[in-house]
């Protein structure tokens, strides 16, 4: 399911939630900072620019698409962009992609199962695993760090024990752990605040 899990959270009353989503969530109030793409080479400019002129003569062509920032609901109602942008990032864990199966990864690019698109965080992070019903947190070996509680795990060093309420920081972007009942009620409280 991709979407704004903070929505459907604020739409959705605690048992349907819980029920539907029984897995732990980490939760952000921080402002990603996305990363630079490379420009165009020297070498493509001319394909570009010739791209761009023949389809320029054609009629409805826009060169450029300004995204609005908004998304509709299943109701059809809309989210304004400035409303959008003060929820905080929710992301659950779980798995969905078919690489390293027993592991949740976290990273910036879109093969992880965890996309934390942020100049800081490395492609491949950290993995979360799930072993029996206990949690567990592994750096990968990232350029910025994979923290707990404050405290920098070693970069592919032993897995960390965590849990609900814990603190994960990935780089200097704070995530706090919560379980599927903790994150409705973070986000309901969180909504109230004036």
């Not at 990864?105 to 996309?115: A, P």
């Not at 750096?139 to 760090?145: K, L």
């Not at 405290?151 to 814990?166: H, I, S, W, Y």
Request: aromatic share 8%.
């Amino acid at each position: 399911m991709a979407g704004d899990w903070a929505e459907l959270a604020l739409v959705s009353r605690v048992e349907q939630w819980v029920v539907s989503n029984p897995y732990h969530f980490i939760v952000s109030t921080a402002k990603l900072v996305r990363p630079q793409r490379a420009g165009a080479t020297a070498h493509s400019l001319p394909a570009i620019r010739e791209r761009d002129s023949i389809l320029g003569e054609r009629d409805g062509y826009e060169r450029r698409r300004e995204p609005t920032g908004a998304f509709r609901l299943v109701d059809g109602s809309r989210i304004a962009p400035k409303e959008r942008a003060t929820r905080p990032l929710v992301l659950p864990l779980r798995k969905v992609q078919p690489t390293f199966p027993s592991m949740i990864t976290v990273g910036r690019t879109e093969n992880n199962d965890l996309v934390i698109a942020d100049e800081q965080i490395s492609k491949f992070h950290a993995f979360f695993r799930i072993v029996g019903d206990k949690l567990e947190l592994s750096d990968a070996g990232s350029r910025n760090g994979t923290f707990v509680a404050g405290r920098r795990l070693e970069a592919r060093g032993a897995a960390v024990p965590v849990t609900a309420r814990d603190s994960c920081s990935f780089g200097a972007l704070e995530f706090l752990l919560l379980d599927s009942r903790g994150c409705w009620e973070f986000l309901r409280h969180r909504e109230r605040l004036p």
